[in-house]
C-alpha cells in the first residue's frame, strides 16, 4: 500500500518562507498527478497547486507567483516552495495523489498524507 509522508511546516513570519516536501512510499511504478491542498480552521480544504507527471503545473490564484511546485519523479517526492508568506496561508496543507499504479500492475486512488502545520504570523 502506497503512503504519503509529509514534511516542513512549521511557524514563520509574515514575508518569510518555507519548503513543504511530500515522500510517498511502497511498490510504486508510477504516479500521476500530485498536488497539494490546504484547511484552515472553519473552512473547506482547496487546492493549493498540482503538478502533473510531465511537469504541467496548475495554481489557485491567491499563491500564484509566490509558490512554487515540483517534484522528483525518482525519488517519488513532491515538493512546494511558499515565499512571500502571509497571514492567510495558514493552514494544515495535506499532500495528495489522484492514482499511483503499483509494480504489481494495481491502481491505488485518491491518496492523502497526515499534513502539515503552516502557522504564519503577522
Known amino acids: 500500500q502506497v503512503q504519503l509522508v509529509e514534511s516542513g511546516g512549521g511557524l514563520v513570519q509574515a514575508g518569510g518562507s518555507l519548503r513543504l516536501s511530500c515522500a510517498a512510499s511502497g511498490s510504486i511504478f508510477s504516479i500521476n498527478v500530485m498536488a497539494w491542498y490546504r484547511q484552515a480552521p472553519g473552512k473547506q480544504r482547496e487546492l493549493v497547486a498540482s503538478?502533473?507527471?510531465?511537469?504541467?503545473?496548475n495554481y489557485a490564484d491567491s499563491v500564484k507567483g509566490r509558490f512554487t511546485i515540483s517534484r522528483d519523479n525518482a525519488k517519488n517526492t513532491v515538493y512546494l516552495q511558499l515565499n512571500s508568506l502571509k497571514p492567510e496561508d495558514t493552514a494544515v496543507y495535506y499532500c495528495?495523489?489522484?492514482?499511483?499504479?503499483?509494480?504489481?500492475?494495481?491502481?491505488?486512488?485518491?491518496?492523502w498524507g497526515q499534513g502539515t502545520q503552516v502557522t504564519v504570523s503577522a
Open positions: 503538478i502533473t507527471s510531465g511537469g504541467g503545473t
Open positions: 495528495h495523489i489522484d492514482r499511483v499504479l503499483t509494480t504489481v500492475r494495481r491502481w491505488e486512488y485518491d491518496l
